[in-house]
Structures are given as structure tokens and as C-alpha cells.
T-cell receptor, first 119, second 115 residues
Framework: AQTVTQSQPEMSVQEAETVTLSCTYD???????LFWYKQPPSRQMILVIR??????QNATENRFSVNFQKAAKSFSLKISDSQLGDAAMYFC????????????????FGQGTILTVHP | DAMVIQNPRYQVTQFGKPVTLSCSQT?????MYWYQQKSSQAPKLLFH???????NEADTPDNFQSRRPNTSFCFLDIRSPGLGDAAMYLC??????????????FGSGTQLSVL
């Protein structure tokens, strides 16, 4: 079974600064997908960024980028130019690429990191 | 426009009293999921439906059941809620057709309290 670990229960950053959230995972598979989700106080999960394991290039989405180290099974999220609206719980998640059709969306989540942004 | 709608936003029930949470979607997605998220913990998948096919996670207690009467609606039934079942329950949907680019759409969740 796959596991996802986020070792930072809480992080804080000053507005306009950069912060990195850590995530490690354990799997015996070679083909999979990794995600970062944001859960603001409204509790609705929002997809931030997605990485395919077979791609060496790190994914980027505007101010959000990842550092994907496949050999180390590490998948960190960097938020640049942090904004007050970035304050939320952030979850790292794993999905197997070998799942059958009924499990395409089945995710394994980490424990989450609460990000506080100070003005 | 909300695409995955969960009602109610907050639900209070009594210990042992059956409760039903509802989820509806306007996306016409094949797959609907129910996740349980306890305070400060990771969401945990309880089960999912692919069309009418029910897929239960191995460690989901028997106390939790689900119904999907049609494509748009999915219900989570807790037959005898215990104090440990107090949690946020998240519904999500996905197309179920795109192996490489499957995307989940989440509702806003229902916060269940058990008194």
C-alpha cells in the first residue's frame, strides 16, 4: 500500500515571501501521479498542482511549483510571492497509474500542513 | 455555479440515531466518492461508485453504507453513529475515463457532529 507523509504540521510565511512545503511518499510502483490540494477554511478541496511520475520536468502553475525527486520519493511544493489568500491546509496526495477504471480518481492523502500567511 | 453540492453543510445527530448525508452533481460524472476527514487528519476514502458499481474500501466499517439511485445523486448512510464518526464528510466526483488526467471535483463537505 502507498503512504504519503507530510512532516510539517504547520508552516508560516510572510506575505510576498517564498515557502516550501514538504512531502514524501512510499510506493513500489514506477508509474503514478502526485498532487497538491489546498483546503481553505471553506473546506472545499482545490487542486493546486499535479505531477506525472514519468515526467522529469517539475510542474509549475503560476506562483506554485514542485520539486519532484523520484529516486528520493520526495515531492515538495514551493509557493512564491505568498498571498494572504494562500492561507489554508495543504495536502499532498498520491494516485496509482495502474488503478483500474473504477479507481482513476482514488487518492491517498498525507496528513496535511497548515499554512499561515502573515501580512 | 456549484458543481458538486453537499447538503446540509452542518449536520447534528444523536448517538445511535441513523443519519443520511447527501451529495449531488451537475457534471454527469461516472464516479462519485465519499471521503471521511477527521479533525486535523487526512481525508480517507470510504467507498466510491463507478456508475452503479459499488466499491468499498477494505477498512470501511459496516456502519457506513451508500446509495446511488441515479447519476446525479449519492447518499452516505451511517446506521448507528458513534462519537468517533464525528467528522467532515467530503463528496467528490470524476469522469472515470481519463487514466492520465483524471481530475476530482470536491463538494464543500458536510460537518457531522454526534451528541
Amino acid at each position: 500500500a502507498q503512504t504519503v507523509t507530510q512532516s510539517q504540521p504547520e508552516m508560516s510565511v510572510q506575505e510576498a515571501e517564498t515557502v516550501t512545503l514538504s512531502c514524501t511518499y512510499d510506493t513500489s510502483e514506477s508509474d503514478y501521479y502526485l498532487f497538491w490540494y489546498k483546503q481553505p477554511p471553506s473546506r472545499q478541496m482545490i487542486l493546486v498542482i499535479r505531477q506525472e511520475a514519468y515526467k522529469q520536468q517539475n510542474a509549475t502553475e503560476n506562483r506554485f511549483s514542485v520539486n519532484f525527486q523520484k529516486a528520493a520519493k520526495s515531492f515538495s511544493l514551493k509557493i512564491s510571492d505568498s498571498q494572504l489568500g494562500d492561507a489554508a491546509m495543504y495536502f499532498c496526495a498520491y494516485r496509482s497509474a495502474n488503478a483500474g477504471g473504477t479507481s482513476y480518481g482514488k487518492l491517498t492523502f498525507g496528513q496535511g500542513t497548515i499554512l499561515t500567511v502573515h501580512p | 455555479d456549484a458543481m458538486v453540492i453537499q447538503n446540509p453543510r452542518y449536520q447534528v445527530t444523536q448517538f445511535g440515531k441513523p443519519v443520511t448525508l447527501s451529495c449531488s452533481q451537475t457534471l454527469n460524472h461516472n464516479v462519485m466518492y465519499w471521503y471521511q476527514q477527521k479533525s486535523s487528519q487526512a481525508p480517507k476514502l470510504l467507498f466510491h461508485y463507478y456508475d452503479k458499481d459499488f466499491n468499498n474500501e477494505a477498512d470501511t466499517p459496516d456502519n457506513f453504507q451508500s446509495r446511488r439511485p441515479n447519476t446525479s445523486f449519492c447518499f452516505l448512510d451511517i446506521r448507528s453513529p458513534g462519537l468517533g464518526d464525528a467528522a467532515m464528510y467530503l463528496c467528490a466526483t470524476s469522469r472515470g475515463t481519463d487514466r492520465s488526467n483524471e481530475k476530482l471535483f470536491f463538494g464543500s463537505g458536510t460537518q457531522l457532529s454526534v451528541l
